[in-house]
């Protein structure tokens, strides 16, 4: 069977890089030049994004093969269960299949903007458990899956105890690897894996990192997806406007970060990147991604 958490037993912590569909063909000269940069650090594999909107569905799987291309690296394509029945879920996943994915970051996606609650379509999914059982059963062993998991707790959830019981079922589904909602205070992360180790999961839990790099990006981010900002990296990064500045402040607290995650042992590190490669490469220039233990 094909499995993600292969990537995750060796020596070295295994890093990952996420990209998304650019909108132009602008922004896919950029995506190609920065994706030549970041293959330097030597990723495992990278993945890219997929949109609400339909257009930018079949923008995914472009990236997937031209990144695969390019690179001759695995390229996991994300998948959500927003506006899509079974029937064209498994459409997608042949698809993908077809032009080279091997692996899926399976997720139910977000509410429409304007609505609190996310609402299936006829004939669709509700929960991401049950797209990860639609990928075992229509294709058996044949797609890597990751899903998503929430070191702050996802912001639907009705406590953290439900939470993860949520998402121990998509593990159970057959899930093998889990990529966490990024943070910024590593001891949010400590504590899910903790309680998800006692909760019985087992799969390799990798830690998400988004080196911001300025403050009004990161308020932006801290309120889309719920990860707090220190007050210590608030208040530093609040001390000067100036943009180089603020690109330091981020770019050197995703670095202490990673550093202090590889000492704790995590079997590897997906990174936000944005579809740039100053931040990453700064961030990682120079480090040693080799375990301690
Ligand atoms: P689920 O695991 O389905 O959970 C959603 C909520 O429902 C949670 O509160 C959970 O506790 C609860 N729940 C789950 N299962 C059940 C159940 N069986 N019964 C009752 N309650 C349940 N969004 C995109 O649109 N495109 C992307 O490419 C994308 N990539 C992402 C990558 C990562 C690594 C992460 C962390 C997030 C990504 N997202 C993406 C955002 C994601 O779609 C949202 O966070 C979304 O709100 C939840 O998706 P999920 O897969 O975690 O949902």
Same mark, same amino acid.
């Given at each position: 069977?094909?499995?993600?958490?292969?990537?995750? $037993?060796?020596? +070295?912590?295994?890093?990952?890089?996420? @990209?998304?569909?650019?909108? &132009?063909?602008?922004?896919?000269? @950029?995506?190609?030049?920065?994706?030549?940069?970041?293959?330097?650090?030597?990723?495992?594999?990278?993945?890219?994004?997929? /949109?609400? /909107?339909?257009? &930018? +569905?079949?923008?995914?799987?472009?990236?997937? =093969?031209?990144?695969?291309?390019?690179?001759?690296?695995?390229?996991?394509?994300?998948?959500?269960?927003?506006?899509?029945?079974?029937?064209? @879920?498994?459409?997608?996943?042949?698809?993908? !299949?077809?032009? /080279?994915?091997?692996?899926?970051?399976?997720?139910?996606?977000?509410?429409?903007?304007?609505?609190?609650?996310?609402?299936?379509?006829?004939?669709?999914?509700?929960?991401?458990?049950?797209?990860?059982?639609?990928?075992?059963?229509?294709?058996?062993? =044949?797609?890597?899956?990751?899903?998503?998991?929430?070191?702050?707790?996802?912001?639907?959830?009705?406590?953290?105890?439900?939470?993860?019981?949520?998402?121990?079922?998509?593990?159970?589904?057959?899930?093998?690897?889990?990529? &966490?909602?990024?943070?910024?205070? $590593?001891?949010?992360?400590?504590?899910?894996?903790?309680?998800?180790?006692?909760?019985?999961?087992?799969?390799?839990?990798?830690?998400?990192?988004?080196? *911001?790099?300025?403050?009004? =990006?990161?308020?932006?981010?801290?309120?889309?997806?719920?990860?707090?900002?220190?007050?210590?990296?608030?208040?530093?990064?609040?001390?000067?406007?100036?943009?180089?500045? =603020?690109? !330091?402040?981020?770019?050197?607290?995703?670095?202490?970060? &990673?550093?202090?995650?590889?000492?704790?042992?995590?079997?590897?590190?997906?990174?936000? *990147?944005? $579809? !740039?490669?100053?931040?990453?490469? +700064?961030?990682?220039? /120079?480090?040693?991604?080799?375990?301690?233990?």
């Amino acid at each position: 069977p094909i499995k993600l958490a292969d990537h995750y $037993n060796g020596e +070295q912590c295994a890093i990952s890089f996420e @990209l998304f569909p650019p909108k &132009t063909d602008a922004g896919m000269d @950029l995506l190609e030049k920065n994706v030549e940069r970041l293959k330097a650090f030597q990723p495992s594999f990278f993945t890219c994004t997929y /949109g609400a /909107g339909g257009s &930018t +569905q079949s923008r995914t799987l472009d990236v997937v =093969q031209r990144v695969r291309e390019l690179t001759g690296l695995p390229v996991a394509s994300h998948l959500t269960c927003v506006g899509s029945t079974v029937g064209q @879920l498994g459409e997608y996943l042949a698809e993908a !299949k077809r032009r /080279g994915a091997d692996y899926i970051v399976a997720l139910r996606g977000d509410p429409p903007k304007g609505s609190e609650s996310f609402q299936a379509v006829e004939g669709g999914l509700r929960y991401a458990n049950e797209l990860v059982e639609l990928i075992q059963e229509r294709f058996p062993d =044949q797609f890597g899956i990751a899903v998503a998991g929430y070191p702050e707790v996802h912001q639907e959830a009705t406590d953290a105890q439900t939470d993860l019981d949520n998402l121990k079922r998509k593990v159970d589904a057959g899930a093998d690897v889990i990529v &966490t909602q990024l943070f910024y205070d $590593n001891d949010d992360f400590y504590r899910f894996r903790d309680a998800c180790q006692a909760a019985g999961i087992r799969v390799p839990i990798v830690p998400g990192i988004l080196p *911001v790099t300025n403050y009004k =990006q990161a308020l932006r981010i801290a309120g889309m997806c719920k990860a707090r900002i220190p007050d210590q990296m608030a208040a530093a990064m609040n001390e000067n406007d100036d943009a180089d500045y =603020q690109f !330091k402040v981020g770019v050197d607290h995703a670095r202490v970060q &990673t550093i202090d995650l590889i000492e704790n042992g995590v079997p590897g590190i997906h990174y936000y *990147v944005l $579809n !740039k490669s100053d931040a990453a490469g +700064q961030m990682l220039d /120079g480090l040693s991604l080799g375990m301690q233990s």
